[in-house]
């Protein structure tokens, strides 16, 4: 049986939960798809050791400061989870878990959703899917004839499972410069850490509160006409949040070049020399997780989807959220998620109750 509502989002991550505060507060009719089985959104499958950029009154939903956690500056992502569970609770948001979207199609006056929930029919769709579901590897000549195991980012936990092994960690970002340090910590690990270019650290005083500002001058910049400031990127790749500069400062996060191939055994540079690999852990990022809404065909040639603010130019109905810059300044992080979160609600209200 299809079932209505004014609004459907999918996903139930922190985007959606900021989605789900916002369209409460214009009083429309709505339901929140999530594919997760519980609260949380990707923070529950994080490693054991990730920590936040910003201390937790500066990594806040909308309506709800995150409390802090004892003897923490720095909230790890057990906390964030539990957080997120608790918002989604106090504010009685109608969300179904373990409801995947697979695709979102156009049916008349309005978009039709299908889920693992049933068919959904809605005057409006917000996708808040992210980008931890969809890992990017990249290619790299060799990498099918590598005899170890391989595993990205979104699979690794804690170098307790890497006793004893050398273990190649290839990215250049802060997950890379995160897990490198976690393994650097642990003698009985040898580390190679191989990235495009060398590590750019931000300054030791930079966090969370920071690079949002940043980001919302740069927008505002962008909109205004005015030159463009480089945003976060200026800055550098890099928060060195305590764990990394620990490391750094030690001496035990050496990066070298991005390596030429994979042998059997581990990488090989352009100049011939090698290192030994047991594991290599690929901190390559991710892509936006868009295919339930390919039969919209608003996506362009290299997959991009062109937006004013967060609603699609292709699909007015449509509104994207929480995927980066694109739908928002810092709209993939905690704290910048709530200004996109409001403006995509307020727009949807204008355009329904006309």
């Known amino acids: ?43 529950q499958h994080a490693w054991d050791s990730l920590r936040l950029f910003s201390p937790a009154a500066y990594s806040s939903l909308p309506g709800r400061l995150m409390p802090a956690q004892p003897g923490e500056p720095y909230p790890d992502a ?39 929930a049933g068919d959904w029919r809605a005057r409006a769709v917000i996708s808040t899917t992210g980008t931890w579901s969809r890992p990017f590897l990249p290619a790299v000549p060799g990498a099918a004839a590598f005899r170890g195991r391989q595993l990205h980012t979104t699979r ?11 273990v190649l960690v290839v990215g250049g970002g802060n997950s890379g410069a995160q897990i490198a340090a976690d393994l650097a910590a642990h003698d009985d690990i040898e580390l190679t850490w191989a990235t495009r ?45 305590p764990p990394v500069r620990r490391a750094r400062d030690r001496g035990l996060l050496p990066a070298r070049r991005m390596f030429s191939r994979l042998t059997e055994q581990g990488p090989q540079w352009s100049d011939g020399s090698r290192a030994p690999a047991d594991t290599i852990i690929w901190c390559t990022g991710f892509r936006p ?48 998620v709530g200004r996109p979160a409001r403006d995509a609600a307020h727009q949807i209200a204008d355009e329904l109750h006309r």
């Open 289 to 336: 997780a868009l295919a339930h809404l390919a039969p919209l065909g608003v996506r362009g040639p290299r997959g991009h989807i062109t937006t004013e603010g967060t609603r699609s130019m292709a699909e007015p109905r449509l509104h994207l959220l929480g995927y980066g810059d694109w739908t928002g300044p810092a709209s993939a992080t905690l704290i910048g």
């Open 1 to 43: 049986m299809t079932q209505y509502a004014d609004v459907v989002v999918v996903g139930g991550g922190q985007a959606g939960l900021a989605a789900g505060y916002h369209l409460r507060r214009q009083r429309l009719d709505f339901v929140v798809l999530d594919a997760q089985p519980a609260p949380g959104g990707a923070w």
């Open 78 to 116: 057990g906390h964030v989870v539990e957080y997120l569970a608790d918002y989604e609770k106090r504010y009685e948001l109608p969300i179904q878990h373990g409801a995947r979207v697979h695709a979102v199609r156009r049916d008349g006056p309005r978009l039709r959703i299908e889920s693992d």
């Open 156 to 166: 690794y936990r804690s170098p307790n499972d890497f006793a004893g092994q050398h």
């Open 197 to 241: 270019r060398p590590p750019r650290y931000l300054a030791d005083d930079i966090d969370g509160r920071v690079l949002f500002d940043v980001a919302t001058a740069r927008r505002r910049a962008l909109d205004q006409g005015d030159t463009d400031t480089g945003g976060v990127a200026s800055l550098g790749d890099i928060v060195a949040v």
